[in-house]
């Protein structure tokens, strides 16, 4: 199972370029075990290198940052997505559209 991101700046009008984004794995009972990280490219796409297994995982993007460095208030200083994987041969797209006071996320393509 692969996973990747595209976070759009709905207020910009244009990818959000620069994110930070982690991805990380439930492991129960002790909490969450980081996996890969990165931040989005130019075009505002993250795609991580390693190969996971199903089960629970979590997206955290770092928002706040993002958008202090675009010199904009924002209420949100990260945004975390809670996800469950069942297929292990499929590939997991979890888009971000970001705004300063609000986003929204759903399952892609």
Known sequence: MT???HVLDASA???AD???VSLSFAALPGGWVPVDSGETDADGRH???AVT???TY???FGTGAYFVSRDVAAFYPEVTITFTVTDPGAHYH???LLSPFAYSTYRGS
Do not use: D, I, M, N
């Open 18 to 20: 620069g994110v930070a």
């Open 53 to 55: 297994e199903p089960g």
């Open 94 to 96: 979890v888009p971000l």
């Open 58 to 60: 979590r997206l955290v």
């Open 13 to 15: 009008g244009q990818p």
């Open 3 to 5: 996973v990747s991101t």
């Open 47 to 49: 795609r991580f290198g």
